[in-house]
């Protein structure tokens, strides 16, 4: 089963002009990896197959459809949860961070995402993160927490729930690079933009909680020409459209240089390298 799982993911992960990729169907594929997937006397090495087997298989939203509509994403959301409870062994953590990269995509589909936030997700990802930010460590798993948190921020609801389980602070630890690994960074700044393009209370969240002195030293520490960079002024200057006082300083950074007008579009973070489709993020949220 793991060799059939495993199999299946170097297939599905190929480019997609690659002669084995289109002969193999979602629906075709899709409902026996989930049983691998559900089953709880499957095999770790076997499940952590199926998941990135089905992670190569959630390449349009049709397929992220059908995999949350057939049971995954509770699984997955206890597998992240195992992942950083006492006791957790390494093979959970490795399991947690494939569970976590397999929900940053399916996120984008909004049905799945609110199964997510049903099933709790933003606190576990929160309580993984912290984690990270106790031992500064960066890993792949962080890089894919903070990734479903940008995804679930593309919806004002889910965006209100990510801010209320707290993750904001965290998001704002994760922007000093670590080992000179940008791709948590990256993720993160996309997800603080996401919040700071939603209401009041988002962007006073982000502004409490040291936004704009977090985002400052990050700058200081990156290359200027980062796309990361660009992002992370975006999201500064959406944030300061909440200030009380009413002092309009969106053209400003922290620092004295300019910042760029607030941002109009969210950032959804997906797998098209792979030949999965770009989904086309939602209009800014006017609540």
């Known amino acids: 089963a793991a060799a059939a799982a495993g199999a299946l993911e170097n297939l599905l992960l190929t480019d997609a002009t690659d002669e084995g990729r289109p002969l193999l169907l979602p629906a075709q594929v899709i409902p026996p990896l989930l049983q691998l997937l559900l089953d709880p006397d499957t095999d770790a090495s076997v499940r952590d197959a199926a998941i990135g087997a089905l992670e190569g298989a959630a390449q349009s939203d049709d397929a992220r459809l059908l ?7 509770p699984v997955l959301v206890e597998l992240v949860r195992a992942g950083r409870a006492p006791g957790a062994t390494g093979a959970h953590t490795a399991s947690a ?11 984008v589909q909004p049905r799945n995402a609110e199964q997510m936030v049903e099933e709790g997700l933003p606190r576990e990802l929160c309580g993984y993160l912290q984690q990270a930010a106790i031992s500064a460590e960066r ?14 921020a593309l919806t004002p ?8 389980a707290g993750a904001v602070p965290l998001l704002l630890q994760l922007l000093l690079p ?7 960074v990256g993720a993160a700044a996309n997800a603080l933009k996401n919040v700071a393009l939603g209401d009041s209370v988002c962007q006073r969240a982000v502004l409490e909680a040291g936004g704009e002195a977090a985002v400052a030293k990050a700058i200081a520490t990156l290359p200027l020409d980062t796309d990361i960079v660009k992002t992370l002024r975006e999201a500064l200057a959406a944030a300061r459209r909440a200030s009380s006082d009413g002092d309009d300083r969106s053209g400003t950074e922290a620092n004295g240089t300019d910042l760029p007008s607030p941002a109009t579009e969210f950032a959804a973070r997906t797998d098209a ?4 489709e770009a989904d086309q993020a939602p209009p800014p949220s006017t609540t």
């Open 67 to 73: 995999i949350g509509a057939l049971g995954a994403v």
């Open 97 to 107: 961070a494939l569970a976590a990269g397999l929900l940053e995509t399916l996120a």
């Open 178 to 184: 670590s080992d000179g690994d940008l791709a948590a």
């Open 157 to 164: 609801v889910h965006r209100s729930a990510v801010v209320a």
């Open 273 to 276: 390298a792979n030949g999965g």
């Open 139 to 152: 890993s792949h798993g962080h890089e894919a927490a903070a990734g479903v948190l940008c995804n679930l």
